[in-house]
Structures are given as C-alpha cells and as structure tokens.
C-alpha cells in the first residue's frame, strides 16, 4: 500500500477508507465489517520512534514473567525419579538434585558448578538407567518374554543346539557423538566340529581361513568390520561362513594331483615310513624262523603303533626334543636293540 494521509477506495461492490494514523496505513470499510492495519512504515524514522514509544508504554507487569524456582527446590523427597528423567537426555542441572562439580578449577578453587556447565552437558550419562527404572523397564518388557528352554540347562548343550557365537561391544565415551565407530565389528566364533566336515572339507576349510583357526581350541574365528553398519557386518560375516563351508566341500581336479610333500598333515596310511617299517619287521621275523605273521598283525602291535605316534609327531610338530626322544625310544623298541644307551 501507499502511505497517504487519506483516500477513499471502491472495488467488487464494497467501500472502504485509507488513511494513516501513527506511521499505520488503516484501512476500515464503510460498511463496519473489516478492519485491519499494516506493518509499520520502514521510511518514516518518526513512525518507527512512535512504534517504539507505544511499545514501551504499552509494557504491562502481566506481561512479564516472575522467577520461578529451579525444579530441584520443588522436588519431593520420595518422588519416583524415572518421571524426572524417563528417557535419555543431556544433564539439566535444575533437574538434578545433586551438588555437581565438573571442569578446571579456576585460581587454584574448586571445579565449576552445575548451573551452565557445558562439560556436564557433553558427556552422556545414566540418569535414566537408575535401578527402579531397570525394574520398571524389565517389568513392561516381561509380558513379551518367553521362559528359558529347560532342555538348554548346560553350557554343553546351548553350545550343541547354537554352535555360533557372535560377540559385539558396546562404547560409553565423552565426544561430539555417542555413536562409536569401534562399535560397528562384529566377531564371529565357531568350532569346527560343530560344523559337518569331512576329512578332506576340514582341511580344506583350514587352509582357507588360514591364522583365523586356532588348532588348540578348534575355533573359527571371522572378525568383519569393513561396512559402516554392525548389521551389515553381521550378515557380511554370515555370508563369509556360509562361502567357506560350501567352497569347502568343493573337490577342484587338481587336487587329485597332490603328492605325500603337498599334503598339509604327515599321513602314516600308505607313507614310506609305513612300508620300510613292515618291511624291516618281516625281515626281522624271517630271520627268527617266523613266517606266519601277516602285516595287520604287525600293524596291530604295540611297537608300531609307538613308532607311528612318534613319526606323526615329528613330521607334524617339528623336531622338538621331547619328539626327538620319543623317536628315539620306538625306533630302539622296533629293532629290538635295547642295548644302545
């Protein structure tokens, strides 16, 4: 609108009059039925200065607001506190009935106190996990909880019925954000016994996984970290235990080409210690006058069963000097010469 001092306007059938008043444009009908006015005029300084003068005239005391107590002055003394703070939330210090101190003490004084503490206000805290609002927590939730199977009464058998294990952290830390990154891996734990495996699928899913198999404990342990979500590297996890079970079970044709040298364990069936071993032993027994021993007799006896431990061992485990010695004693009792110290 224009500012004038007055005007008289007609338009669609009603009359109405303009005029300005105080720095206002007022335009009132004729008729009585509407009425309204403007902002004040943004070029006059002199409309402006009247505006402010209203203003503050116009200032009444039920307009402004009395102090009201901080909230910890107020509190009862057996109040239920999960009303106070029934979620979390940042620290409010008219909330907290508590003399709190927290920041760098200024002049060799004490630390600041609570009111407008912004360390207070940074960190996260567990005003909300009191012990009644646990119990108040666990009683709501109890209605959609079911009893603990009574057939999973051991640690033996949830291992047997549940053979995976997952294992995830959780991080409390004073930063800009409560999310921590770390939280986001997930460690996948299995046996590998508790998974069907043949002879050859075991060995093959070892060499696979690599230092990720621990030979002590027989556990499979797969560690994902790579998604920016810990249910991604949940199913990131899963997925890889389900590729190496079945890559596992897989029979390439070039395994059939492997040799006693390429095999990842020493095996006794069929090895050339096995063979120069029966063979020493019938040649023993020839020359004793003895020929009606056949070779799963002598498979079946005490001193080859000692001298196949012993060779197992120490093409498995090296030559230590505990396998040493015990070499040392089957290959003595094998050819029969207990004489040599």
């Known amino acids: ?31 009585g039925s509407a009425a309204y006015s403007s902002a004040p005029a943004v070029n006059s300084r002199e409309g402006q200065r009247r505006e402010a003068s209203t203003r503050r005239r116009g200032m009444t005391p ?18 239920d506190w999960s009303s106070v703070y029934p979620t979390a939330a940042a620290f409010k210090p008219a909330s907290v009935p508590l003399p709190i101190r927290m920041g760098y003490p200024v002049k060799r004084g004490v630390p600041p106190p609570k009111e407008g503490n912004l360390e207070l206000i940074k960190i996260p805290n567990f005003l909300h996990l009191t012990p009644p609002a646990i119990k108040k927590h666990c009683a709501a939730l109890k209605d959609f909880c079911t009893e603990w199977p009574s057939a999973l009464d051991s640690d033996e058998k949830c291992e047997q019925h549940f053979p995976i294990e997952i294992e995830t952290v959780d991080y409390v830390s004073a930063g800009t954000s409560v999310r921590n990154p770390k939280a986001r891996v997930v460690t996948l734990r299995v046996k590998l016994s508790n998974l069907n495996l043949d002879d050859h699928a075991r060995k093959k899913l070892i060499k696979l996984v690599g230092e990720r198999y621990c030979k002590d404990t027989d556990m499979l342990t797969i560690t994902t970290d790579r998604c920016p979500l810990r249910r991604q590297n949940y199913d990131y996890g899963i997925h890889l235990l389900t590729v190496l079970y079945h890559e596992s079970w897989k029979t390439e044709m070039w395994e059939s080409e492997k040799t006693e040298e390429d095999m990842e364990e020493y095996i006794w ?73």
């Not at 306007?9 to 008043?21: I, N, T």
């Not at 021993?293 to 030559?319: D, F, M, W």
């Not at 396998?323 to 004693?329: A, F, G, I, L, T």
Request: charged share 20%; proline share 3%; hydrophobic share 40%.
């Open 1 to 31: 609108m224009v500012p004038v001092s007055g005007a008289v306007l007609a338009g669609a059938g009603y009359w109405a009059v303009l005029s300005r008043c105080c720095g206002r444009v007022m335009v009132v009908s004729v008729f």
């Open 62 to 79: 039920q307009f402004i607001r009395s102090h009201v107590p901080p909230r910890t002055e107020r509190m009862a003394v057996d109040q």
């Open 269 to 341: 069936e069929n090895s050339c210690s096995q063979k120069n071993a029966l063979e020493t032993l019938l040649r023993i027994k020839a020359s004793a006058n003895v020929s009606n021993v056949t070779k799963g007799e002598l498979l079946a006896s005490e001193v080859v069963k000692n001298y196949r431990n012993s060779v197992i061992a120490l093409k498995n485990e090296g030559e230590t000097e505990n396998n040493m010695s015990q070499y040392k004693e089957s290959v003595k009792k094998l050819l029969n010469i207990q004489a040599l110290p």
